[in-house]
């Protein structure tokens, strides 16, 4: 037995003691465990023996059980001792009596040791694995930070705190992600695979659960339980759709969300890069829902189907365009929040009924029209809609120019009928 191996065996037990993570009782019968295994190996069976194991001191004990027999009657050197050996250890022992030394395991030889340190790196490994799969199995759906090793084409690697892996696959980054090495990298725990016995940790920042981790360190009332997230739909990087209750009348939960000049959201927007989040009232009456989740549309009527979960929208034909969204962002999302199909259709009466100002570009000059666009009135009746005196009060307008425009305007139903 060399003295490198004495060092290598020290050290083994080294690495035991760092696991602080490991109970006692785990720790003591693993590397019982590993003992008897090689006792097993050399001797055929380790019921005659005991292993006590020091782990704080980092040592061990064996201790060999043989039955005394006559010097002519030995058959198993390993569970029998003679008569003669035994009275060497102690005058006083006879025949059927038990003798207990130590055994010096170094003295088993360089085969042994080896196979020990084999087996105790081999149960440090499988402790390890099975102590970060328990550890991150508890974290799926909480947020964690770690350091960005290294960046691959399908995946990053991150390093946290205590040297585990995680990995953030690229399907799970927002397109507008970008990292350096060393750089600390937020996400939600996506899951644990444990394929073989080998734990992966996946993460995720493209996941709903990511952005309602993030309102709850941001908006204490949600931390609390007296606003709840009831649904999120999430177009990662570009735009989220979040509906909140509140289960207290007097908070208002899309202010509390948002907070005081959007100082609460203003860091989850940060940290999604830039993801512009709407925040709308739950309701459990489907068309009111409907109608908040295609904000900022205006929507004139609604026609929904309860069996098939199909919804056809009425819109003025100026909000269509607000209510699709860009690339179809806006209604997309909207159906994602609301669980419905939505048809997007022009309010054709309404078009029939009124008339847009542009189309009387003839009659009135433009810069009037342009003055009432700019006080929100895009049709005849929208103008015709507000009294002649808050007409010159909101647009600014002489007297003259007001009666002219709402004679013209008039005109053109009183031809109609």
Same mark, same amino acid.
């Given at each position: ?333 909207? @159906?994602? +929040?609301?669980?419905?199909?939505? $048809?997007?259709? *022009?309010?054709?009466?309404? /078009? %029939? #009924?009124? =008339? ?25 009746? @929208?103008? +015709?809609?507000?009294?002649?005196? $808050?007409?010159? *009060?909101?647009?600014?307008? /002489? %007297? #003259?120019? =007001? ?15």
């Amino acid at each position: 037995m060399s003295k490198k191996e004495t060092i290598n065996l020290i050290d083994t037990f080294s690495e035991f003691k760092e696991l602080k993570s490991i109970d006692r009782s785990t720790l003591i019968s693993v590397l019982e465990e590993s003992f008897r295994n090689v006792i097993t190996k050399m001797f055929g069976t380790d019921e005659n023996f005991d292993v006590i194991i020091n782990p704080d001191k980092g040592d061990f004990e064996i201790y060999r059980n043989r039955t005394v027999v006559e010097d002519d009657e030995l058959e198993d050197e390993n569970m029998e001792i003679t008569l003669s050996e035994a009275k060497k250890i102690d005058e006083d022992y006879e025949v059927g009596e038990e003798v207990t030394d130590t055994v010096n395991f170094m003295g088993f030889g360089r085969r042994a040791i080896l196979t020990l340190r084999q087996t105790l790196s081999s149960k440090i490994l499988e402790l390890q694995k099975d102590n970060v799969y328990n550890k991150y199995s508890e974290k799926v759906g909480q947020i964690v930070s770690a350091e960005l090793y290294q960046i691959w084409k399908k995946e990053m690697l991150l390093i946290d705190d205590e040297g585990n892996e995680l990995y953030l696959p690229k399907t799970e980054q927002i397109p507008n992600d970008f990292y350096r090495k060393g750089d600390t990298v937020r996400a939600v725990v996506a899951m644990v695979d444990n394929k073989n016995n080998n734990p992966k940790i996946i993460l995720s920042r493209t996941s709903p659960v990511f952005l309602e981790r993030l309102f709850e360190l941001e908006v204490p009332e949600i931390n609390e339980g007296l606003i709840i997230i009831k649904k999120i739909a999430r177009m990662p990087g570009e735009r989220a759709k979040v509906a909140v209750e509140s289960y207290d009348d007097r908070i208002d939960p899309v202010g509390a969300c948002v907070g005081v000049k959007g100082s609460r959201i203003h860091g989850i927007v940060r940290e999604l890069r830039n993801e512009n989040i709407d925040v709308i009232n739950y309701t459990s009456n489907p068309s009111l829902f409907i109608s908040r989740a295609l904000s900022p549309a205006k929507i004139s009527s609604i026609r929904l189907s309860e069996a098939d979960k199909k919804a056809e929208i009425y819109l003025r034909p100026e909000e269509v365009s607000q209510a699709i969204g860009k690339g179809g962002l806006n209604i997309k999302l909207a @159906s994602m +929040l609301t669980g419905y199909t939505l $048809d997007v259709f *022009r309010d054709i009466e309404d /078009e %029939e #009924e009124d =008339i847009y100002l542009d189309e009387f570009s003839d009659e009135i000059d433009q810069w009037v029209i342009d003055a009432l666009k700019a006080i929100g009135c895009d049709t005849a009746k @929208s103008v +015709l809609a507000i009294p002649r005196e $808050d007409l010159i *009060r909101r647009t600014d307008l /002489e %007297e #003259e120019t =007001i009666d002219d425009l709402i004679s013209i305007l008039k005109a053109e139903f009183e031809d109609e009928e």
